[in-house]
């Protein structure tokens, strides 16, 4: 093999593991271990789908934000269009809760359907009486399925509330498993049971 080569290759082989090393400080904070966090994140996932829900461990992924300080304001929550997740914006007392955007309507999930996150100027008044204070509403637009600011369906065609990814909140982060899909409350008499939009590669 020719010495540039040689060369190469082991400037390639360094600059790989340095830059893992680089990824691995930047994204693991002081004193928590890639051990502690596989542990924290594995009894997460038993723990929420051991219920109505989905686990695919195939897809998906412990989405790592940083602090709840400035995700959204107001009530308004915070969105990740890449993920396909909004994070609630929880008043005192309630639970940081990251819903999955994908419409409740198997048809329309599987069309792509997705909910946004609309402004109290862009809803009717009828709308606006059933959501009380709160800043806004999700909306869905194939169907026009209302859901308030805590994921209860409140108009449309969708079947149940909106479903969920677990959250964990530790003193310097929010993780979000996308892993695992936690189904929303269908009404009574109702199937409760849901899965993951198809894929879009």
Known sequence: MKPWLVAVIALG????????MIV???????????QDLDDAV?????????????????????????????????DTPW????????????????????????????GFRQNGCEVRWVLRGELSDAMLSRIGDA?????EGCG????????????????????????????????VDTRVLICGTSPPGESNECDFAPRVD
């Open 144 to 175: 026009g399925a209302m859901f308030d600011r805590l994921g209860t369906r409140i108009f449309g065609p969708a079947a149940r509330d909106l479903d969920q990814f677990p959250v964990e909140v530790t003193d310097s982060e929010i993780l």
């Open 13 to 20: 082989s360094a600059l790989i593991v340095a830059g893992g």
């Open 79 to 106: 969105c990740s269009e890449f993920h396909h997740f909004c994070v609630s914006n929880p008043r005192d007392g309630e639970p940081l809760v990251a819903f999955y955007t994908f419409t409740t309507h198997e």
């Open 24 to 34: 691995a400080a930047l994204v693991l904070p002081d004193g928590v271990s890639q």
């Open 42 to 74: 594995n009894a997460m996932v038993v723990a929420s789908a051991d219920g109505n829900g989905r686990s695919d461990e195939t897809r998906g992924m412990v989405v790592r934000l940083g602090s709840r300080l400035g995700y959204g304001s107001g």
């Open 135 to 139: 800043s806004g509403a999700y909306r």
